[in-house]
């Protein structure tokens, strides 16, 4: 089983280039997640999804955009990069107790 | 809002012996649901176990086992016979069992002294 996959495993921005991280789970989760995790902290919570089409903001939403067009696909899109979003990006799937699968996660750098 | 404390940043164990990561969290919701992730240089976030509040039994996982106290809001991770696999940091997390993810502690990095 594959689990959740993430797309790319790294990346480096210039400041304000744009930019989509992929995000697919075949578990048939309705919950996905955008998480990011800068150094020395836990993971904060960016936009989260209970389904197709419905898609709500988490914690730290400002600077991404997100879709979610089928239940397999979350995509993350950062538009205008800035150097405060360079981080560790996490993909997950959730069922409802909340017990998240993760993808392996993204190291983007904005330079 | 929750939130989730550990107070440890750092511990450091000599193989073979046990340790403790502490965590606390705050909440009002009376039913929700606990985890332990382990992150290891490869990134990866890991499950190690996972505790529902309406349970009064501590979860345990092999080597792995948690002290739940509801009252008290204290969900601490015992490691047994520590392992050189071991060493990572580790992730106290809740979730209130809806739609909108977990909330994170900060981590404790747990070194292994061989």
């Known amino acids: 089983n594959a689990g959740v996959t993430q797309t790319p495993k790294f990346r480096i921005l210039k400041i304000g280039q744009s930019m989509t991280l992929q995000c697919a789970q075949d578990?048939?989760?309705?919950?996905m997640y955008w998480y990011r995790q800068d150094p020395g902290m836990g993971l904060k919570l960016i936009y989260y999804?209970?389904?197709?089409?419905?898609?709500d903001k988490g914690e730290v939403p400002n600077g991404y955009n997100v879709s979610r067009s089928t239940t397999e696909d979350f995509p993350l899109r950062l538009e205008l990069a800035a150097p405060s979003q360079t981080s560790v990006y996490f993909c997950?799937?959730?069922?409802?107790?909340?017990?998240?699968?993760f993808g392996q996660g993204t190291r983007l750098t904005v330079v | 809002a929750q939130t989730v404390t550990q107070s440890q940043p750092e511990m450091s164990v000599q193989e073979a012996e046990t340790v403790t990561l502490s965590c606390t969290y705050d909440t009002s919701e009376s039913d929700y649901y606990l985890f332990w992730y382990k992150q290891p240089p490869s990134r990866q976030m890991i499950l190690v176990i996972r505790?529902?509040?309406?349970?009064?039994q501590n979860a345990t996982e092999n080597r792995f086992s948690v002290n739940f106290q509801k009252a008290a809001k204290s969900f601490s991770l015992k490691i047994s016979d520590s392992q050189l696999g071991d060493a990572a940091m580790y992730f106290c997390a809740y979730s209130g069992g809806g739609a909108d993810g977990l909330t994170f502690g900060k981590g404790t990095h747990l070194i292994i002294q061989p």
């Open positions: 578990m048939n989760h309705n919950y």
């Open positions: 999804s209970v389904g197709a089409g419905i898609t």
């Open positions: 505790q529902e509040a309406y349970k009064q």
């Open positions: 997950a799937s959730s069922i409802r107790t909340g017990e998240a699968f």
